[in-house]
């Protein structure tokens, strides 16, 4: 049974609606389409199970807006499922934070979908230092990050604006944006998210032989004999 939830604290999940050619599009180039989004699936619905325990409130922020019941076909209702608002990543970040904050949140934390094998302790570790910091983040190997998350007495919308997200300096010029109004931030430790092949093939060499933290995707590449030789060879 899930414990009672922390009503004040909320986990932001942020995720694409599972439209063919639309998701992984950078892995997709290297294992095609069906997979791409065979694993996305995945991905998701790994990263839920993790998260669907713990004491903390669920919403689910999906992209594009047209794709609200193919979000709820796919992942249901049981949480609360809210269109991805604004122009660009960041601005919709910003407004996720906002309707959480507005709702009641004293804290949230943001996350993505790139993640399936993502611990729970990065989780509770990042509640509990929001008790102590005004921000908490986690680094991705990629240069950007895994994790945002505020206080709700700390967070401006205004550390979101002009951000290139597809530079390899996201994640210091976040973190440049917050401490320049001289809020603390906490680092989390880093883990790699999946968005190339090599990330993938990381991912199968470190998961293969302990698939419980992510077993689903780790069946599916399990079972896949083609995508398993992608992934072996080089």
Same mark, same amino acid.
Request: proline content about 6%; hydrophobic content about 40%.
């Given at each position: !049974?899930?414990?009672?939830?922390?009503?004040?604290?909320?986990?932001?999940?942020? @995720?694409? &609606? *599972?439209?063919? =050619?639309?998701?992984? +599009?950078?892995?997709?180039?290297?294992?095609?389409? /069906? $997979?791409?989004? @065979?694993?996305?699936?995945?991905?998701?619905?790994?990263?839920?199970? !993790?998260?669907?325990?713990?004491?903390? $409130?669920?919403?689910?922020?999906?992209?594009?807006?047209?794709?609200?019941?193919?979000?709820?076909?796919?992942?249901?209702?049981?949480?609360?499922?809210?269109? #991805?608002?604004?122009?660009?990543?960041?601005?919709?970040?910003?407004?996720?934070?906002?309707?959480?904050?507005?709702? =009641?949140?004293?804290?949230?934390?943001?996350?993505?979908?790139?993640?399936?094998?993502?611990?729970?302790?990065?989780?509770?570790?990042?509640?509990? #230092?929001?008790?102590?910091?005004?921000?908490?983040?986690? *680094?991705?190997? $990629? =240069?950007?990050?895994?994790?945002? =998350?505020?206080?709700?007495?700390?967070?401006?919308?205004?550390?979101?604006?002009?951000?290139?997200?597809?530079?390899?300096?996201?994640?210091?010029?976040?973190?440049?944006?917050?401490?320049?109004?001289?809020?603390?931030?906490?680092?989390? %430790?880093?883990?790699?998210?999946? /968005?190339?092949?090599?990330?993938?093939?990381?991912?199968?060499?470190?998961?293969?032989?302990? %698939?419980?933290? &992510?077993?689903?995707?780790?069946?599916?590449?399990?079972?896949?004999?083609?995508? +398993?030789?992608?992934?072996?060879?080089?």
């Amino acid at each position: !049974m899930k414990p009672a939830a922390h009503s004040d604290s909320r986990i932001l999940l942020f @995720a694409r &609606a *599972p439209e063919h =050619g639309k998701v992984k +599009t950078r892995l997709a180039r290297a294992i095609g389409n /069906d $997979d791409a989004l @065979a694993l996305y699936r995945r991905f998701t619905a790994d990263l839920v199970a !993790m998260l669907t325990p713990l004491p903390f $409130d669920l919403s689910i922020f999906f992209h594009p807006a047209k794709g609200q019941k193919m979000v709820k076909d796919w992942l249901g209702d049981a949480n609360r499922l809210y269109a #991805q608002k604004g122009q660009d990543l960041g601005e919709r970040m910003a407004n996720a934070f906002r309707q959480a904050f507005a709702e =009641g949140a004293q804290q949230a934390l943001l996350l993505g979908t790139d993640i399936p094998d993502l611990p729970a302790r990065f989780i509770l570790e990042g509640f509990e #230092q929001l008790h102590r910091n005004d921000a908490v983040i986690g *680094p991705a190997a $990629d =240069g950007g990050y895994f994790l945002i =998350g505020f206080q709700r007495q700390a967070f401006h919308p205004g550390w979101f604006t002009q951000i290139d997200w597809g530079s390899v300096n996201v994640l210091q010029t976040q973190i440049k944006k917050i401490t320049q109004d001289h809020k603390s931030v906490y680092r989390l %430790p880093q883990w790699p998210d999946i /968005d190339e092949i090599d990330d993938l093939r990381e991912f199968w060499r470190k998961n293969r032989d302990h %698939p419980q933290q &992510a077993p689903r995707t780790i069946n599916y590449i399990r079972q896949n004999t083609a995508l +398993t030789q992608k992934l072996v060879s080089f």
